[in-house]
């Protein structure tokens, strides 16, 4: 029994010396690395010092730290920065969904500020900014080399102010100027009209209004056709939408989902990774759905696309989406300021990344930009197209009774307000017929 001890005892102290042995260089490298970290800390106090005593000017330290807090985060990745007290306050009303500025939202892209999209019924929505132009000069002065946040600054200004920026845009040969006047951007998140009986959902941004306004609106849509059973089909339009607060994505998504994962979150340690699920109940009924999205659909947006398009909840249309499939928490820091980090990715029911990719849409459907030539042609075709109604003596149709024309009169109508839409919004008319022929074909079952 003795020897049964002392062998057990003499494995153990073994095995401690082997891990001693194997460990050392790793502590040592480990504390090396510390004391690395700690002489470029002391390095940057250095630099800090000698700028602050010998620039040629006198400099103001609080905004030479901001500045190097700064570039410290937006080194990472294109949205993580800091917030100093005054942005962060903008960022808080943003999410209330007032705020004064262009209404757009930009990224930076190879050094250059892109228009991820324009907000709709804003200031830069109404001059024709449109989303993947590139933003180069604000009121002359360039905007080559400036961080986002600086960019950004220099498009804010006083509401009622004129601002004139120079836009790069894709098919356009030349940069070219679009004056804008700033104004209070007062958010409306989320618009419905009715085609037909489709409902429209049009949803903007993600804020706190967003699925109180989703409920609210669809609600107050269906019942103006009558109720769900005049319903063909609902058609969510999340184009232009740049996104907003996760927990409001996670909402709407809910809000047509019966059951399943929504979004899945991962961290750099897997132990803080989160997954929501979808509770019980469909605001929609079970109702075919069309899902809108096109390049400045992003982030928040494409958790909703991805998330109906995995369950097959619904058809996605359009063109590929932004593809920011991260997720940015801002936490509060002393003096009021704020640090917007990026702190996982996130996935969708599938367990894809959409980051740098996008959603794909199920059909492909690019809008095409319309010019005053092909008008013009469209015009004339419509003035050369003629039928057998219209020749001088012909032969009246004695075979349909006077309700059985009037029906076909408004069939009719309806097509030709079909047809209009088409000139106007392409995609949209496209996911409105797609949700006629789901209907017809329901119907016939």
């Known amino acids: 029994m003795k020897k049964f001890v002392m062998a057990a ?43 602050r005593v010998q620039y040629v000017e006198e400099v103001d330290e609080e905004k030479l730290i901001e500045a190097a807090i700064n570039g410290m985060l937006t080194s990472l990745d294109p949205h993580s920065s800091y917030l100093s007290p005054d ?9 209330r969904g007032q705020f004064g500025g262009l209404g757009i939202e930009v990224t930076q892209e190879d050094g250059f500020v892109k228009v991820v999209s324009p907000i709709d019924g804003t200031p ?10 590139f933003i180069t000069h604000v009121d002359g002065e360039s905007l080559l080399g400036l961080g986002l946040d600086d960019a950004v600054d220099l498009m804010r200004g006083p509401v009622g102010s004129e601002i004139i920026i120079t836009v790069v845009r894709d098919g356009t040969a030349e940069p070219f100027d679009i004056s804008i006047i700033r104004d209070t951007i007062k958010l409306r998140p989320v618009r419905t009209r009715t085609e037909g009986n489709t409902v429209v959902l ?29 319903v063909n089909g609902i058609v969510l339009d999340l184009r232009n939408n740049p996104g907003g607060l996760l927990t409001q994505a996670i909402q709407v998504s809910d809000a047509f989902l019966d059951s ?9 340690n897997p132990a ?14 079970g109702k075919p759905m069309v899902v809108l999205i096109n390049g400045g659909s992003a982030s928040a947006s494409e958790i909703v696309a991805g998330a109906l398009k995995d369950h097959h909840r619904a058809i996605v249309v359009g063109t590929k989406s932004f593809g920011k499939g991260s997720v940015q928490t801002v936490m509060p820091l002393r003096g009021d300021g704020a640090m917007r980090l990026t ?21 492909v459907v690019a809008q095409p930009r319309r010019t005053p030539d092909a008008e013009a042609e469209d015009q004339s075709a419509a003035r050369r197209t003629r039928s057998e109604a219209d020749l001088r003596g012909s032969l009246s149709n004695d075979s349909l009774s006077e309700d059985e024309i009037k029906q076909i009169e408004d069939e009719r109508a309806k097509a030709d307000e079909a047809a209009k839409l088409r000139e106007e919004d392409y995609q949209l008319a496209y996911a409105i017929d797609l949700l006629k022929g789901l209907s017809a074909i329901a119907d016939q079952n």
């Not at 942005?87 to 999410?95: E, H, L, P």
């Not at 830069?124 to 132009?133: I, K, L, M, P, R």
């Not at 029911?349 to 059909?363: A, H, K």
């Open 9 to 51: 005892l003499g494995g153990t102290l073994a095995g401690i010396i082997a891990t001693t042995q194997v460990a050392g260089p790793l502590l040592a490298q480990e504390a090396a690395k510390q004391t690395n970290v700690y002489e470029q800390l002391d390095l940057f106090g250095d630099i800090f010092e000698r700028i």
């Open 87 to 95: 942005d962060a306050a903008d960022m808080r009303v943003q999410t």
């Open 124 to 133: 830069a929505d109404e001059a024709g900014v449109e989303s993947g132009d």
């Open 202 to 230: 049009r949803v903007t941004t993600f804020n706190d209004q967003t699925y109180p306004g989703v409920e609210e609106e669809l609600k107050k849509a269906v019942e103006d056709l009558g109720g769900m059973d005049k």
């Open 260 to 268: 399943g994962e929504i979004v899945s979150t991962r961290g750099r």
């Open 272 to 285: 803080d990774g989160d997954r929501y699920n979808a509770a019980p109940g469909d605001l929609a009924m």
């Open 343 to 363: 702190t996982a990715r996130y996935y969708t029911p599938s367990g894809r990344s959409i980051q740098n990719l996008g959603v794909s849409p199920d059909i």
